[in-house]
């Protein structure tokens, strides 16, 4: 049977149901009146938000803009810092690749206004850095799977709400500035306005953010752990560039269906520019210089996505049609030029070296999406069932020139860029297209009997994918490759008392494979010495997921939880040998990855945020969230951790409102626990500084209010620790080809942003 016949047999059986359905979960529009906010509550706030409490069976956090905004966000990455179980691996001052419980970013589900969206990352991962804060309505962490999502949720799931008609009245226009530790100035604009359009709302908002990371590295080599300082790098690298954006969304809801429209788009320009000079001997000065590389990457990012949904009740019952449609375009153009001083210790040669490689690389990845559901209630309880369909196109073409030539070089002067490049050629496994075609029927059963709420449900996930590259070996290749999984899940919710309840949650989840993996390109050298080549017959990763939670209701507005988690993940993808020699020869293999082995990955997480009225302070809110992260792997060398995954996550922080004054103050601490990463060639120790906010703010009247903010007030450093190998067998013995110490620290930034409301 063909995914399009299933797709058709699974439609109308969901559309003969509801012809036989009766009535049940009818939207009102008086009750959407109700949640909708004025302007003012949301920007000129006189109130402390906490923490939500969500009623349903599923284990989810959920956070208001009004949670984060007084600290001013810049993205959506920036307000997830403050979540549990967030961490980061990126640079300071970044928050790009969020890693939930601390895994890969490709074992998180991104979701916007709870869709998919296509992300540029190898990993299949979205950067959360490309979604200005302005837009967001509240953000979930969602800490188990459900059978209407899609199953790739290994960790969990962020779904970042979008603002839409129902959920403010009014417009405000916000404006502000940013000032950088090398003493630049970016500016921020933007509004957002929403009102009645014929019988519905909309909302529409613009946003232009300035962007800018001014950072310094330096990086010590030596030949092993205690052994000599064979150079050291000192590096500028400085990150300029300004975010656009533009969202809306129109909605339209009576007594028996709705209608939700909704858009957005952003663009990401930066510049990266990186400036390394490399000293031998452990000094640093003209004597001692060896190389100067000037490494320059033109970035025009482009994300954009169109969704319609309708929900009417039909004959009774209540069915759902949606449709959607995003795009991501990734250009970048990368320019790297070295000029080398010493060759054979033979210091200033009359005909110094240079090389230069200028890289395109162009990545569009279009996914198209469409369900149809219908929900009906059945004696005590409600089932919804359907099937959903997604269409994915991606298409990667990357080409270089690699410029190198000797030229006569007075000592410590950067020649004159000599010649021009071309023609450009494909890079090994550069140019190749993936096609994903996937669908997934599911049904889901959920109900309520006295304290108790509970869910059940079990999703058939199918998948065709064909992989095209026009690098590999044996010239231009085409594979296929199928693969299905049921992926049942279940959660129960038991109230003990008002204000005590307990979750549990039982899931099977997957991971597919990053597409690097999948295209069937040899890359000579590239782990260490080895060669690498792609294997697009690999199957997901799977896991079975347990979460148990407490939550406990503190006064009114307080909320504070305590959640264990574990996953058995299976068929782990990992690199391993072929046992063929590499093209570096004796030593050196040609390595490929495959499914082999299990993992383990478990946690506790706690978190908290209340007012302290019952210490008499009731202007005076706290947050503190602490999550213990662990895990349990074996690769050719022996046991580890998930790569890269935090020990713990930490976040503290309070806000004190003085409302006789019209005035606010707070500040927020975090701290993230040390990372390990071990591949074949290389192993990397990651260690972070603490990150302090503050803020202070003034409101003037009932509609303006304005904000400074400082940010990373710690001058927060990232450090990594190298240990670089030739072969597998070099890396067994401990034989080491370098190891290397970077250190890299950013300076304060400080922002004064304000927010009028019409």
Known sequence: MTKRTLFGVASAISLAASAQAYAADAVVAADDADRTKTVEELVVTGEIAFRNRVDGPEPVLSYDLEYFQRFEPLTAGDALKRVPSVAFLSDVLESDGARLRGLDPGYTQILINGEKVPGAGLDRSFFVDRIPAELIERVEVVRSASANRSGDAMAGALNIVLRDGYSVDGGYVRAGALHFDDKRVKGTVGGVYSGELGPGRFIVGANIQGRRNPKQKTSWRYSEPGGALDDIEVQSDVRDGADYSVNGSYDLRTDTDSLKLSGFFVRTNRYEDEDSIEY?????????????NDNNVDIRTDNWSLSGRWDKDMAGGRTRLKLGYAELKDRQDEVEEEYEYRRDAVPFPDDDRFTGDLTFTRLTDRELSGEISHKRDVGVAAVEFGVQYAKKDRDTEITTDRNRI????PPGARPTLPGAYGPFLPVAGGVNQIEEERIDPFVMVTGEAGALSWEAGLRWENTDTTIEDATAPAGAQSVQNDYSFVLPSAHLRWSLT???????????????PNFDFLSPAELLAELGDNDFLGNPNLKPESAWGLDVGYERRLGSRGV????????????????????EEGSEGDGTFVLTPRNTGDGKVWGIEFDVSTPLT????????????????DSDISDEFGGRRFNDQAKYVLNAGFIHDLPAWGAAFGATYRKQGRAYGRVIGEEVTTTYGADLEVFVEKRLGDRFVVRLTGSNLLDSKKKEAFDKFTTIEDQVDRNYDEYELEEEQAGPVFQLVARMTF
């Open 280 to 292: 031998l001997g452990g000094r640093v000065g003209p004597a001692d210089l060896s190389t100067y």
């Open 406 to 409: 000797t030229i006569p070089n």
């Open 498 to 512: 008002p204000a005590d309840r307990i979750n549990v949650s039982v899931a099977r989840t997957v991971r597919r």
């Open 560 to 579: 504070a939880g305590v959640n264990v988690f574990y996953r058995d993940v299976t068929d782990l993808v990992e690199v391993a040998s072929t046992g």
């Open 614 to 629: 019952f210490a008499g302070l009731e202007n005076t809110g706290v947050f503190f969230n602490y999550s213990w992260l």
